[in-house]
C-alpha cells in the first residue's frame, strides 16, 4: 500500500504549517521547500482548506494557516479525506463484482480487517503527535528564528 502524492503532500503541509506555528507559510515557499509543482500544491490545499485544516487568507499578511490546533487533527481523518480509494483488492471496492471469485475467498475479510486495524492505529495519533521530537524541523524547513523575524520587516 503507498499513499498518493495528494495524501503525501497533505501531510507535509500540514506539518510545514504546524512548524510554522502564527506565521504560517505561503504556497510558493512550501512547494519550494519540498520541491513539488506549485499548481499540485494548490490543489492539496485547497482540499485541505474544504476539509477545515488549513486558513487561506489573501493579501498583505495573508498565506496559509492551520485552522485548528495539531492536537485537533487527527491523522486517520486526514487519511480518509485525502485518499480516494482504500480498496486493497477489488472485492473491497465499489464494485466487488469485478473479482469472480469475490464471496469464496477469504481476502476480503481479511484486508478489510487489515484496513480497519490500519485506521485503528492512524485515528490515536494527531498532528501534534507527528510533531514530537521535532525540534530541528522548523530549521530545516527554512522557517528557523532570524529568517522569520526579518520576514515581518
Same mark, same amino acid.
Given at each position: 500500500?503507498?499513499?498518493? @502524492? %495528494?495524501?503525501?503532500?497533505? /501531510?507535509?503541509?500540514?506539518? /510545514? ?20 509543482? $506549485?499548481?499540485? &500544491?494548490?490543489?492539496?490545499?485547497? %482540499? @485541505?482548506?474544504?476539509?477545515g485544516w488549513v486558513? #487561506? ?8 494557516r492551520l485552522r485548528?490546533?495539531?492536537? $485537533?487533527? #487527527? ?16 472485492c473491497l471496492g465499489? $464494485? ?7 464471496? /469464496? ?7 478489510? $480487517?487489515?484496513?480497519?486495524?490500519? /485506521?485503528?492505529? &492512524? ?29 515581518? #520587516?
Amino acid at each position: 500500500m503507498r499513499l498518493t @502524492l %495528494h495524501s503525501d503532500l497533505a /501531510f507535509r503541509t500540514l506539518i /510545514f504549517l504546524a512548524a510554522a506555528g502564527k506565521e504560517g507559510g505561503a504556497i510558493p515557499q512550501i512547494a519550494e521547500t519540498y520541491g513539488v509543482s $506549485e499548481n499540485h &500544491l494548490r490543489k492539496v490545499v485547497n %482540499h @485541505l482548506a474544504q476539509a477545515g485544516w488549513v486558513e #487561506s487568507t489573501r493579501g498583505r499578511g495573508g498565506g496559509l494557516r492551520l485552522r485548528p490546533a495539531p492536537a $485537533e487533527i #487527527s491523522i486517520g481523518a486526514v487519511m480518509r479525506e485525502m485518499e480516494a480509494d482504500f480498496a486493497l483488492v477489488d472485492c473491497l471496492g465499489a $464494485e466487488p463484482e469485478r473479482c469472480v471469485i469475490s464471496g /469464496f475467498c477469504g481476502l476480503q475479510r481479511i484486508f478489510g $480487517e487489515a484496513l480497519q486495524a490500519w /485506521f485503528q492505529v &492512524l485515528d490515536r495519533y494527531t498532528l501534534a503527535d507527528a510533531m514530537d521530537g521535532s525540534r530541528g524541523l522548523p530549521k530545516l524547513l527554512g522557517l528557523d528564528e532570524p529568517a522569520r523575524a526579518s520576514k515581518g #520587516s
